[in-house]
């Protein structure tokens, strides 16, 4: 550790000696009012007297748009300086900046914002080939306006239409396999980062141009480092009549089987503010409604059938461009109705263990979120404060009955109701600050979290064995559960930078307390337990006489944790690397009260080296990455104790548990072909050493399991990603994306039969995932989309009597969106989904789902009168399969079943008039 501190060290003084070294002075000009980038604009340098030292014009079209408006000077004194801003149509503008030091090597002006004059040039209209989507670097631009979309789409069917392009169930979106984890609307945060809300709410046609990029880290424009903060971000950008002004729509749907829709969403833009608003209510689960894209697949057709009521409000405002506000809170409520079928396969040596069950549920929820965050930027610090108080209660309904046998022979059957209540409530707050030292950056930042958690579990539960000899177990349980955890952390950081390089030192601080409470009661045992499931005695000294001791425990945990390391970054021609080098600290204590007092400790102090290599040449593009870091094992694992509060699965503890360490490497690779054509290759391997693995033991008479977590060595993954994307045909009109995750996995487990050895089952799983997409657009006033997907696994065992999985499921068809005579539009979509290799023969299916929509505008366009229907073949069924080294699970969930809905819509813009 020490000689590779000194060896950066060493790097690092080698810049310091540099001679004659000019400094870049970076920046853009944009639109004031829509933020877009405006190019061919006259730019002068000029010193603190106002005498002119150089000139140049911003990048202008045809360049690619994340280009235009770059400019770029250089200069060679320390000093302070004027750049004077003119362009055609706009006021003049001035930017000052100052140079402190020659090691700042790179200046960033920022933004010069550039507000249109009076009189405008008048708007021609040129008709061209639309380019749907442009490369540059690891930035995509998707062009809104080149997809055709449904009248009254919102935001989510249009990212669906993006090449390379997905969006989960839950509201995900991942492109080229890379997972965005922050959706901006106008460059800001919608909602305090609640994406769901802008998916669903915000009207497709508002779109412009979509972004996608990695995004710099918080303090970029301060100072040049950025200790690689870049998460990847998707920034929805509107289109100019849609970024000022008061934009509102409104829809009221009516269908068969009783099913509604009901949404509001307003926004009310301002140049200097924002407020927004809506509310949804509905019982097709959210936002599960028809698609005409084939959405409604099998496995994400919904985790059952939902009713849902939601509501929120959105309030921002800009102080100055380098100082906001915003504030938002949303409420949701929901009423879950889910029916589970599932088979399951357990493995173990000389016969594996089956289990069939039925599982129904009623969960009704109500959650809120309160969030605010300030932003303050100057060029001489920054500061950025988030906050978030949030608020869940559940209550669930369920019953439960199961089957379990081995060698064609029943061992059991059950049957559980249960009754739930919980609440939840947290608070998190973060606050992120750094102070500009010359060319340097001091960084400190901080963060809390509180979580309290309480909750009430009954349960009237009827298990029967069927051998050795025919018996019962009843039981009516109460669970009363009371968690509260509490977290603290301090960091902090000095960017010393010269000459394209930064030494940045670090230290960081960390305290975590965690209370659990879990106490578990035998009602049964009461003289007059009764069969009312929340019955409860009326003293508490009658509870307490039916305490469960060895299934009830306290629990308190304290963790302190320092980490002192060092980052070092250095940029050269077409490349970048970047080492961390971080020591962590960490002392550790548990004490537990589970039918005796216990305490656990641990001292660890650990070396968890990660590097980083980029390199960029023309259309050539190469990361290269590597990390290896620690995972403590579970104090709460490691005392001693015997669980079997589920009478079917005991657990032990086991106080000789390692902890895991993990090395992953990853490497990407892309190759920007020609304009709208891009190939990529990503490869990612991990390891883990003491992994975690529950040794199983069982018991084959009563069918009865025992866990034991071990430590098990050889579970190794590699995974890659494929990706082409070419438009074809003449004008490019057909855009083809195709991409391919192939993978490897290798997992061990312990398994055996009671009185016998547990020898290491070695599982290997590998699969192939492949995407295929190409979408037509024949005219302006049409647009067909082919798909085809396809995931398969083949999975072996090392065991004698393993039997090898051979699964599939695959699905293909079409969308089409058309506009009719009469002014109407047809949106359709066909796709069959197909399961294939299953163990339970009635989930081998293929499954035709067919939803359409036929829409007219009326009055101009502010109102759409639709009419869709969903499932027109009754087909849907959501069923999934899994698979690991324990077993494999196949399951199926009730969906909503078909329905037709018409529903109006309005759609209301009022832009500020022109002064």
């Known amino acids: 550790m020490k000689r590779s501190i000194l060896l950066l060290c060493m790097m690092f003084s080698l810049s310091l000696t540099a001679r004659d070294i000019m400094i870049n002075v970076k920046g853009r000009t944009l639109d004031n009012l829509t933020g877009e980038n405006i190019g061919d604009v006259t730019l002068v340098l000029m010193n603190a007297d106002s005498i002119p030292i150089d000139t140049m014009v911003s990048i202008g079209p045809p360049n690619h748009p994340m280009l235009v408006g770059m400019f770029a000077f250089k200069v060679g004194e320390v000093g302070k300086y004027i750049i004077h801003a003119s362009a055609v149509g706009y006021k003049d503008a001035y930017a000052n900046f100052r140079v402190r030091s020659r090691r700042e090597w790179l200046v960033r002006v920022g933004d010069i914002r550039m507000v249109k004059a009076v009189k405008e040039l008048p708007e021609l209209l040129v008709k061209a080939t639309k380019i749907k989507m442009i490369y540059s670097g690891d930035t995509i631009v998707y062009n809104a306006d080149a997809f055709k979309k449904a009248d009254g789409s919102m935001l989510d069917e249009l990212i669906r239409r993006l090449p390379s392009a997905t969006l989960s169930a839950d509201g995900r979106i991942y492109v080229n396999g890379h997972y965005v984890e922050n959706l901006l609307v106008n460059g800001k945060d919608f909602f305090g980062g609640n994406a769901q809300v802008a998916l669903e709410n ?48 409104a829809e009221v749907g009516a269908g068969t089987d009783n099913r509604y829709r009901l949404r509001g969403f307003g926004m009310d833009m301002k140049e200097n503010s924002r407020v927004i608003a809506y509310g949804n209510a509905n019982n097709v689960s959210e936002s599960q409604t028809a698609s005409t894209l084939g959405r409604w697949k099998p496995e994400d057709a919904g985790n059952g059938v939902s009713h849902i009521k939601s509501a929120g409000v959105d309030i921002s405002h800009d102080f100055d461009p380098g100082a906001f506000a915003a504030f938002s809170t949303v409420y949701e409520h929901k009423n879950n109705i889910r029916e589970t079928e599932s088979y399951q396969q357990t493995y173990f040596p000389g016969g594996d263990e089956m289990k069939r069950a039925c599982d129904n549920s009623r969960v009704t929820s109500d959650k809120i979120d309160l969030k605010g965050n300030m932003y303050i930027q100057r060029k001489e610090y920054f500061v950025i404060n988030d906050a978030q108080l949030s608020f869940k209660a559940l209550r669930q309904n369920r019953s439960l009955q199961e089957r379990r046998f081995a060698n064609g022979a029943t061992l059991n059957t059950l049957s559980d109701e249960t009754n739930i209540k919980n609440r939840q409530w947290s608070f998190k707050m973060t606050s992120t600050n750094g102070i500009s030292l010359v060319a340097d950056l001091l960084r400190l930042n901080a963060s809390l979290a509180y979580n309290n958690y309480g909750g009430k579990h009954f349960s009237l539960y009827d298990l029967r064995y069927s051998k050795p000899s025919a018996s019962t177990d009843r039981r009516h349980t109460y669970l009363k559960t009371g968690n509260h955890d509490f977290n603290f952390r301090f960091k902090t950081s000095y960017d010393y930078r010269g000459f394209g390089k930064v030494l940045a030192p670090f230290y960081e601080v960390a305290y975590e307390r965690r209370h659990n409470d879990n106490m ?396």
């Open 202 to 249: 915000l009207p497709a046609y508002t779109v412009g141009k979509i972004k996608v990029y990695s995004r710099y880290g918080k303090g970029m424009p301060v100072s040049e480092s950025d200790m690689k903060d870049q998460p990847y971000t998707m920034d929805v950008r509107l289109k100019k009549e849609y970024s000022h002004g008061l934009m509102a729509n």
């Open 520 to 915: 578990f009661y035998r009602l049964d045992q009461l003289q007059h337990d009764t069969v009312h499931i929340s019955w409860l005695p009326s003293t508490a000294d009658a509870l307490r006489r039916v305490l469960d001791a060895n299934n009830s425990y306290v629990y308190r945990e304290h963790q302190w944790q320092h980490q002192v390391g060092v980052y070092y970054s250095q940029t050269f021609q077409n490349g970048e690397l970047t080492v961390t080098l971080p020591l962590r600290h960490i002392r550790t204590n548990l004490s537990a009260w589970r039918t005796t007092d216990q305490t656990v400790a641990k001292r660890r102090t650990l070396f968890e080296p990660a590097a980083t290599f980029r390199w960029k040449a023309n259309r050539h593009h190469v990361d290269i990455s590597s990390k290896y870091y620690t995972r403590l094992a579970d104090l709460t694992q490691m005392i001693d104790y015997h669980d079997d509060s589920n009478p079917l699965y005991a657990i032990n503890g086991n106080k000789h548990l390692k902890d895991t360490r993990i090395l992953e490497i990853g490497a990407n690779y892309t190759h920007d072909l020609k304009a709208q054509q891009r190939l990529g290759l990503a490869v990612q391997w991990s390891r883990r050493y003491n992994d975690v693995a529950m040794m199983t033991t069982f018991d084959r008479n009563t069918g009865r399991t025992t866990a034991t977590p071990q430590n098990v060595n050889g579970n190794w993954t590699i995974a890659s990603n494929i990706h082409f994307t070419t438009p074809v045909l003449k004008k490019q009109k057909m855009l083809l994306s195709f991409a391919l995750q192939p993978s490897y996995q290798n997992s061990v487990d312990l398994a055996s039969e009671m009185g016998q050895a547990h020898p290491a089952s070695i599982v290997r799983s590998l699969g192939a995932d492949g995407q295929c997409k190409a979408d037509w657009n024949p005219s302006e006033h049409a647009q067909l989309s082919l798909l085809a997907n396809a995931r398969y696994r083949h999975i072996t065992g090392d065991r004698h009597d393993f039997a090898t999985i051979n699964a599939a499921d695959f699905d293909y068809g079409f969308s089409a969106i058309v506009d009719l005579p009469l002014s109407l539009q047809l949106s359709t979509s066909l796709v069959a989904y197909a399961h294939r290799g299953y163990e339970a023969q009635e989930m081998n299916t293929t499954q035709c789902i067919w939803n359409a929509e036929l829409s007219r505008k009326l009055c101009r366009g502010q109102l759409l009168l639709a009419i869709k229907a969903f499932d027109i073949l009754g087909q849907l069924k959501n069923q999934s399969f899994h698979v690991d080294a324990q077993g494999r699970t196949e399951t199926r969930i009730n969906s909503i079943k078909r329905y037709a809905m018409i529903s109006i819509t309005w759609n209301f813009l009022k832009n500020p008039k022109k002064k």
